[in-house]
């Protein structure tokens, strides 16, 4: 069994920074991702980071610049770094995982989620 778990969340104000972790327990094996997604009440989940199995990460524009996201393979945890919140960033984040996912930023390409965490940016 996968599971994954998320933390992190919380609220500040515009400018500030918070860092999300997602625990991973089970392993996911051949060519996989894994990364974030985040959705607000009546909106569709939108893709915000994800990273490969081999390292490469990918970035919906509107945080690029602004979130990092990075993995600790000995941990087996997901991070990811929220600099220069804004308060469009408000959302609920979900971490997610799947094997062989053709569309990254698809949410129903994944078949592990996250409980998710709350993220509120006050203007």
């Known amino acids: 069994q996968v599971q994954l778990v998320e933390s992190g969340g919380g609220s500040v104000q515009a400018g500030g920074s918070l860092r999300l972790s997602c625990v991973v327990s089970?392993?996911?094996?051949?060519?996989?991702?894994t990364g974030w997604f985040r959705q607000v009440p009546g909106k569709e989940r939108e893709g915000v980071a994800f990273?490969?199995?081999?390292?490469?990460?990918h970035y919906r524009d509107s945080v690029k610049g602004r979130f990092t996201i990075s993995k600790d393979n000995a941990k087996n945890i997901v991070y990811l770094q929220m600099n220069s919140l804004q308060h469009e960033d408000t959302a609920m984040y979900y971490c997610?995982?799947?094997?062989?996912?053709?569309?990254?930023?698809?949410?129903?390409?994944?078949?592990?989620w996250g409980q998710g965490t709350q993220v509120t940016v006050s203007s």
């Open positions: 089970g392993y996911i094996d051949g060519t996989h991702c």
């Open positions: 997610a995982a799947g094997r062989y996912v053709a569309d990254r930023f698809q949410a129903n390409e994944y078949s592990y």
């Open positions: 990273i490969d199995s081999d390292g490469v990460t």
